[in-house]
Each structure stands twice: as C-alpha cells, then as structure tokens.
C-alpha cells in the first residue's frame, strides 16, 4: 500500500503535533525546544525541496557524456511575460553500445542552436530513426565567446543517427 504524498504530509503532522506535546509540558530548558523546533522546521524544507526529483520532474544535471534520445520538448522564451524558454530533453545514458540505463528527463535553457538541432533530430525521430547524442564540455574560452556574442550559454550537445544493431547470422 502506498499513501504517497498524503501519507508524508501526515507524517509531517504527527510529527509536528508530538513536538509541540513534548515542548508544552516538559521541563527541558527553552534552548533545547527552540532547537527542536529549529531541526524540525528544517527538516520540512528539506523534504519540501527534495519531493521534484521524486515525482518525476526533470533534472537539472549535467547530461551524460552518451545517451539515447528518446523524445524531446521545446518551451520557448516569451518576452510579454518575461517567461524564461527550456529545452525538455527525455534520454537514456549509454554505458556502452549494447546497453542503456531507464530513461530519465532533463531541462536545458533555451537557446536557439540547441532549439534548431531539436527540431531536426525530432523529424528524425517521426521517421523512427534512433538517435545518439554526445555531450561535450565546453571550453573556457568557447563559453565566454558565447555569452558575449548571444548573450546566452550554449550547450554542447551533437547528435548522430543510431545505426542498426547487427544481428549475428543463424
């Protein structure tokens, strides 16, 4: 039986309401119910910020060197509302050519290179063409050439048609 959320949230509850039982009618000193208070009001943030990750959401890690495209979402920017544009990556990191780990979602910041690389390997991916994508770190020197021409960091990211898996011949 899983409970989820609701069933964290009164954990939380029951955990609150035995905290302000014991510091109501103990006689420890009040350093030690304002430390208790303190530890407890943190543990909720922790758990506040730690939740994304758990529901799936997409991370904001660095990608992995090899990875398998699987889908792909753009947002772009919007100027009247001052919305910020993400690029929506779903991926699965390649430990070698044979095998691959569970898919895992990733959020880039827009840009247009990375936008115009995204609308071609989706044209791909509609054909059913698999796809590999390689990260590559940027250079110091590349990055800052970058942000003053675009004003935007730019993600090294490159894409290649995944050939056919050779079957052995029976």
Do not use: C
């Not at 994304?52 to 772009?76: C, D, M, N, Y």
């Not at 990556?89 to 827009?110: F, G, H, K, Q």
């Amino acid at each position: 039986m899983m409970l989820g959320i609701t069933g964290i949230i009164s954990a939380y509850i029951l955990i609150g309401l035995l905290l302000l039982s014991i510091n109501l009618y103990s006689k420890w000193s009040w350093r030690v119910k304002a430390t208790s208070i303190i530890i407890t009001s943190a543990f909720y943030i922790i758990t506040y910020f730690s939740f994304p990750p758990l529901l799936g959401w997409p991370t904001t890690e660095k990608l992995p060197l090899q990875f398998r495209l699987i889908s792909a979402h753009v947002e772009q920017p919007n100027k009247e509302t001052g919305k910020k544009g993400f690029i929506y990556l779903w991926i699965a990191e390649i430990e070698n050519m044979s095998s691959t780990y569970a898919p895992r979602a990733y959020e880039l910041d827009y840009s247009n290179e990375l936008h115009e690389k995204i609308i071609n390997v989706k044209s791909k991916l509609d054909k059913d063409i698999a796809q590999l994508g390689e990260f590559k770190e940027p250079d110091e020197t590349m990055n800052q050439v970058d942000e003053q021409r675009r004003g935007v960091k730019s993600v090294y990211i490159e894409f290649y048609d995944l050939p056919d898996p050779l079957f052995p011949e029976k």
